[in-house]
């Protein structure tokens, strides 16, 4: 609402402007000049009543006004959560942030629908339309710019594995762009849709969810579904709430173990002391058919695939330097905080989850077999517990403590602030491994309309040493292993033995499977 009032200043000139007047007209003249006190008296009242009138719907225009500012603001502003609080800090020195998603169809879409798609995806996860704000406490708010943002682009190619290449090799601008940004990369002969998600926002278990739901609201789009109604799904606390209470916990300090959540770097590795902002991704697959396998080897030893995983990934890390045998060696591993939910879903896509320490003492010329029995026994006495509980209290912790203090637990460098170029520098030979295993992006076939997705994976964010995240994910019979690294931190050529190692002795170990 506009202030259309005048100011007082306004009306006494007016009021003066009426009395000239009076005694500029003759027939007026006398009647001013016989009752000049009357008429002063009630030209006086007049302006004191319309000036005081005027303060007083100004006061009404000026509190409205900022009401409405304030009821904009609270629509435009979501609560951070402590997950998002650790991940978000994390751009500083730790991580590039980003989870990727690489899908391959069996022909083309139609990019104005997939746009719309896009869109309308946006509009019903609000998260991702917005920006994280550093403050006390930390919010997220919607950006302002929404209209002309570009959610979703699109490339023509010849060369759509270098596409592909360059697209995961971009980086997401964490200031300005958007949570999410799809790109629908076109070939003659078949599309590929790249996604990039903010881990600020949203974890792996996120990413899934948001697979799937951008492929139904595609799928009806295409089949001109004029009842397309999507409400906007709000986050906030009440899957922390929902977990805690399923879980029968009223005070989660009580529980909470201080130092928990640290891991300190145990395993020899060869970095370098060198460092750069280029974030570089292995990506290993193995043959298709080779996951059944895997499997049925799983079910023949009372074990999982994670434990298959897990085990090949701790006997890797042994020929990545000098070997260290007899001393509890630690791998830490991502859990879904989803599980412990009834429905195993949260109210919008959303960071949900934690992280459990596994610790297993490496043996000089163990077979593969007597490794994986220590981990499978190992994670079935970890899941008789709550797996990723003690780090989900870790996160709550944050949303009470001031940012500022967030930023100084983490060690957070005010330089590393400042300059978005700034690179921080590990020197040390010793590594914090990491697993982060998604299952099946899908257990069905995802479909676009009448559109098939056939090949489908999904990049971890990178993380800066000491640490190395590795991320195992399934579609269509298909296991991919991927690890991202900075460059000069690392000879690419080690990451590659490493995830070579890892795909090589679990095809090793299944391949005699029928």
Known sequence: MKNIFKSEDDYQAFFEGLQEYFKENRVLEDMYKYNMSFYSKLFENAANYFKYSTKALERFVN??????????????????????????????????????????????????????????SVDAEPIFKCRFVEDDPPYWKRMENIGVINFCSMEETDDIDQAIEAFIQSPLDLDNDPMVKVKLIRSEQYDVIGIKINHACCDGGGVLEYIRFLAEIYSKIDKEDDNLILEPRIG????????????GITDPDLLFSPGSDISLPMWPFPWQEGGSNTACMVVKRLPHGYLEKIRRYARSKHATVNDLILTAYYRAMLDMGQPIYGLPMEIPITVDLRRYLPDHKTHAIRNF????????????????????????????????????????????????ISFHDTLAYYQVSPESRKSSSFCPL??????????????????????????????????????????????????????????????????GKDIEKLVNRIRDELIETCKDDR
Request: aromatic letters at 10%; proline letters at 4%.
């Open 63 to 120: 509190a409205y006004n900022q009401y409405s500012r304030s009821t904009k603001d609270k629509e435009n502003i979501f609560p951070a959560n402590g997950h998002d609080i650790f991940n978000y800090v994390a751009r500083y020195n730790m991580s590039n942030l980003q989870i990727q998603t690489i899908l391959k169809f069996d022909g083309n879409l139609d990019f104005e629908k997939l746009k719309r798609a896009v869109r309308l």
């Open 426 to 491: 590990y020197h040390g030979d010793k590594c914090v491994p990491s697993l982060s295993n998604l299952g099946y992006i899908s257990e069905s076939i995802i479909r676009f309309g009448d559109k098939t997705v056939n090949d489908a994976y999904i990049l971890p964010p990178v993380v800066r040493a000491p640490g190395l995240l590795l991320m195992a994910c399934s579609y269509n019979s298909v296991l991919t292993l991927a690890a991202g690294y900075y460059k000069y931190t690392v000879s």
């Open 353 to 400: 989850s934690g992280s459990e320490k596994t610790r297993l003492t490496m043996l000089i010329d163990e077979p593969f077999d007597e490794t994986l029995q220590r981990v499978s026994n190992m994670m079935k006495k970890i899941k008789e517990g709550y797996p990723g509980l003690q780090s989900a209290i870790g996160l709550e912790r944050l949303e009470k």
């Open 236 to 247: 906030g606390r009440k899957d922390q709430d929902r977990l805690f209470a399923e879980l």
